[in-house]
């Protein structure tokens, strides 16, 4: 292909990024045949389904890759990983939701320099890649999916401070075995955080505690007097047995999550305002609340079997299923 494309229009600042003798550059027309290589190598831990020709590869770039520079809302952005001007890998964010504000991060290196350098040159590719995500792209949340058949990938996720989002079990077989696969995640705190509640809040939790969506899925479906929210707001303000935080997205204030100790286990209540519904919100604000426990610590969250929205966050989380009564399912986890 002639005339191949060197930046992307999506980038608001800057196409190339780099880190002392690393750099990120959108990813070259001449790179395509050792990226290729490189896939068909580790094939075992991609999800690829047969190793690539060199006419698959070309068709990609022609038809897949080339677009992408030049669209607004692109699907991917893929650069080529270099060390003092050498390609040692290549990699970006991909499955791209613009709307939820997420992508899910994709890297391969070259696999002659993964016994050596794996975990090194993960962690400069993370730092970068995060830096582009949330301050170039304004994203609120990346992610990795990997089969858990390469342990020395969790260490230099959990050094860049990644958490564990959940894993599934028997999801495929590699080499007849059954594998899992696994998810970290990482916010852009910055922009998405959980604040502590305080009493200028009063009002806003009375809002948001009355929404109609808010009383068809709570076990009491009448309304809250507002004699009655300042008597229980006061209590809980000072309670050391509850905890309560305010879900902020670039300090606008989209919703409320409150943990009330109870036996030893920790209680949850959430609600998201219903502007900022089917945002991805809801999940958000309960792996930042999950975050502010230590090891060990249970918690449990008792569900409308009707309300099919929390039941499917609570489940994504990987919340196990305690006991069924009245209409109400029970959901438990223990932070690891």
Same mark, same amino acid.
């Not at 790179?31 to 068709?59: A, C, F, G, S």
């Not at 959940?166 to 970290?184: A, C, E, G, M």
């Not at 309304?223 to 879900?247: A, G, Q, V």
């Given at each position: 292909?002639?005339?191949?494309?060197?930046?992307?229009?999506?980038?608001?600042?800057?196409?190339?990024?780099?880190?002392?003798?690393?750099?990120?550059?959108?990813?070259?027309?001449?790179?395509?045949?050792?990226?290729?290589?490189?896939?068909?190598?580790?094939?075992?831990?991609?999800?690829?389904?047969?190793?690539?020709?060199?006419?698959?590869?070309?068709?990609?770039?022609?038809?897949?890759?080339?677009?992408?520079?030049?669209?607004?809302?692109?699907?991917?952005?893929?650069?080529?990983?270099?060390?003092?001007?050498?390609?040692?890998?290549?990699?970006?964010?991909?499955?791209?939701?613009?709307?939820?504000?997420?992508?899910?991060?994709?890297?391969?290196?070259?696999?002659?320099?993964?016994?050596?350098?794996?975990?090194?040159?993960?962690?400069?590719?993370?730092?970068?890649?995060?830096?582009?995500?949330?301050?170039?792209?304004?994203?609120?949340?990346?992610?990795?999916?990997?089969?858990?058949?390469?342990?020395?990938?969790?260490?230099?996720?959990? %050094?860049?401070?990644?958490?564990?989002? $959940?894993?599934?079990?028997?999801?495929? +077989?590699?080499? =007849? @075995?059954?594998? *899992? /696969?696994?998810?970290?995640?990482?916010?852009?705190?910055?922009?998405?955080?959980?604040?502590?509640?305080?009493?200028?809040?009063?009002?806003?939790?009375?809002?948001?505690?009355?929404?109609?969506?808010?009383?068809?899925?709570?076990?009491?479906? %009448?309304?809250?007097?507002?004699?009655? $929210?300042?008597?229980?707001?006061?209590? +809980?303000?000072? =309670? @050391?047995?509850? *905890? /309560?935080?305010?879900?902020?997205?670039?300090?606008?204030?989209?919703?409320?999550?409150?943990?009330?100790?109870?036996?030893?286990?920790?209680?949850?209540?959430?609600?998201?305002?219903?502007?900022?519904?089917?945002?991805?919100?809801?999940?958000?604000?309960?792996?930042?609340?999950?975050?502010?426990?230590?090891?060990?610590?249970?918690?449990?969250? =008792?569900?409308?079997?009707?309300?099919?929205?929390?039941?499917?966050?609570?489940?994504?989380?990987?919340?196990?299923?305690?006991?069924?009564?009245?209409?109400?399912?029970?959901?438990?986890?223990?932070?690891?």
């Amino acid at each position: 292909m002639e005339n191949w494309p060197n930046s992307y229009k999506v980038l608001k600042n800057k196409s190339v990024f780099y880190l002392n003798e690393f750099s990120l550059i959108p990813i070259r027309l001449e790179d395509k045949y050792v990226i290729m290589k490189w896939r068909n190598e580790q094939i075992y831990h991609l999800r690829q389904e047969k190793p690539i020709t060199k006419q698959d590869q070309d068709n990609y770039f022609e038809k897949i890759i080339s677009p992408l520079f030049n669209e607004k809302h692109p699907k991917q952005i893929l650069f080529s990983f270099l060390k003092s001007k050498n390609l040692i890998g290549y990699g970006g964010l991909v499955h791209i939701n613009w709307e939820l504000k997420k992508a899910e991060i994709s890297f391969v290196m070259d696999t002659s320099l993964e016994k050596k350098y794996f975990n090194i040159y993960w962690n400069k590719f993370l730092k970068m890649i995060e830096y582009l995500a949330f301050e170039d792209l304004n994203l609120n949340k990346i992610f990795t999916i990997a089969f858990d058949v390469r342990p020395k990938l969790y260490e230099s996720l959990k %050094k860049s401070q990644f958490r564990l989002e $959940h894993d599934i079990n028997n999801f495929t +077989k590699i080499k =007849s @075995k059954p594998v *899992k /696969i696994l998810t970290h995640y990482k916010f852009n705190h910055n922009k998405l955080y959980l604040a502590n509640v305080v009493k200028n809040d009063l009002y806003q939790l009375f809002i948001w505690v009355n929404e109609k969506i808010r009383l068809k899925n709570s076990f009491n479906n %009448k309304p809250i007097l507002w004699e009655d $929210h300042i008597e229980w707001f006061s209590k +809980k303000l000072i =309670s @050391k047995e509850t *905890k /309560i935080y305010i879900l902020k997205v670039e300090n606008i204030q989209v919703g409320q999550i409150r943990f009330d100790l109870k036996n030893k286990i920790w209680e949850i209540d959430y609600s998201i305002d219903s502007k900022y519904r089917n945002k991805g919100y809801g999940k958000a604000i309960i792996q930042l609340g999950l975050e502010k426990f230590s090891k060990g610590s249970k918690i449990i969250a =008792s569900v409308k079997n009707d309300n099919y929205a929390s039941i499917k966050v609570f489940e994504s989380l990987m919340f196990k299923k305690s006991r069924n009564y009245n209409g109400i399912t029970e959901y438990i986890k223990k932070i690891n």
